[in-house]
């Protein structure tokens, strides 16, 4: 059987493991985010003391660039993060491990990981998006990753102001109160609550609003890629209220249009939490891996 690496390498911290899928993660590392040179040392030298791996994947904190051909390929491009901006990410780790490398963005790793061994099993066309301190989302479409001229940058969809919340300046430092993410990340619920989501009590007025915003960002998605399947992850879907209340704005905002069983029947199996849980990231890596051994 195959042993594959994986690195989900995010802007604070990268995680490395070796394994064969979400069973079967072996001796998983994870250290801080500094310099490149110093970061992909570490990953090397953690795969270096491992078994052989056939294949490497790296679910990556964006923006990056995936052309295959294009001059920076494999690189992080234009982050604010000190150090990282025009990074090469695959060339180094490449040329050190000699295995073909799967490289994409870290949301795109975690469609792949959830269609693959999670909530997504079994459908070729899903989408993943985390809501955390940014909105991120990854999608599979007929059984590939999109990414064309970039990748999808799902966060800064454009989404209308609600009714009630006609005063708040949004936190997107781009598109202020007009996009997805500067209204519905966890800053943005901060900022216009004044204090973290995480102490705000569940049948606080911020749920409801932050359910339609994030119902509003969706019901795009879902008339633009018909998705069989939505995954939300991230830090602010893990307030148990959120998820019906998504189900209940989204299914009133598409108002009985698209007709799908899937969304006539309550959505609890079309809107769902990612079932690898706080794994999908590094579980994604690795499906990334798995689909870069195949392609060899
Ligand atoms: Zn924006």
């Not at 079967?24 to 953690?46: M, S, V």
């Not at 994947?57 to 901006?85: M, N, S």
């Not at 966060?155 to 007009?178: K, T």
């Not at 799908?260 to 769902?272: E, H, S, W």
Request: charged share 20%; aromatic share 6%.
């Amino acid at each position: 059987m195959s042993l594959y690496g994986a690195i989900e390498a995010g802007g604070t911290k990268f995680v490395c493991a070796v394994g064969t899928g979400p069973e079967d993660l072996r001796a998983q590392a994870r250290f801080p985010t500094t310099t490149p040179k110093e970061t992909l040392g570490r990953c090397i030298d953690f795969f270096r003391a491992q078994p052989r791996i056939d294949a490497l994947g790296i679910g990556c904190f964006g923006p990056i660039e995936l052309r295959h051909g294009a001059r920076r390929y494999g690189h992080v491009t234009t982050t604010p993060k000190i150090g990282w901006g025009n990074a090469d990410v695959v060339g180094p780790l490449h040329q050190a491990l000699g295995v073909p490398v799967g490289f994409d963005t870290d949301v795109n790793g975690a469609v792949l990981g959830e269609a693959r061994w999670g909530a997504a099993q079994g459908l070729d066309t899903a989408i993943y998006i985390t809501i955390g301190t940014g909105i991120g989302g990854g999608a599979l479409i007929g059984g590939q990753l999109a990414h064309g001229l970039v990748h999808p940058e799902m966060g800064h969809l454009l989404v209308p102001r609600e009714a009630d919340d006609l005063d708040f300046a949004g936190d997107c430092p781009f598109h202020g109160a007009r996009c997805w993410e500067g209204m519905a990340s966890g800053p943005a619920l901060a900022r216009r609550w004044g204090q973290r989501g995480e102490t705000l009590p569940a049948d606080h007025p911020a749920w409801d609003l932050e359910a339609r915003y994030i119902a509003s960002g969706l019901t795009s998605l879902v008339l633009v890629l018909s998705p069989d399947r939505l995954i939300l992850g991230g830090g602010v879907m893990q307030v148990d209220a959120l998820l019906p209340l998504v189900r209940k704005h989204l299914t009133r905002s598409l108002a009985g249009y698209v007709q799908a069983d899937a969304l006539l029947k309550g959505m609890n199996d079309y809107v769902v939490p990612p079932l690898l849980g706080t794994q999908s990231g590094i579980v994604g890596a690795l499906a990334l891996a798995e689909r870069a051994a195949l392609v060899q």
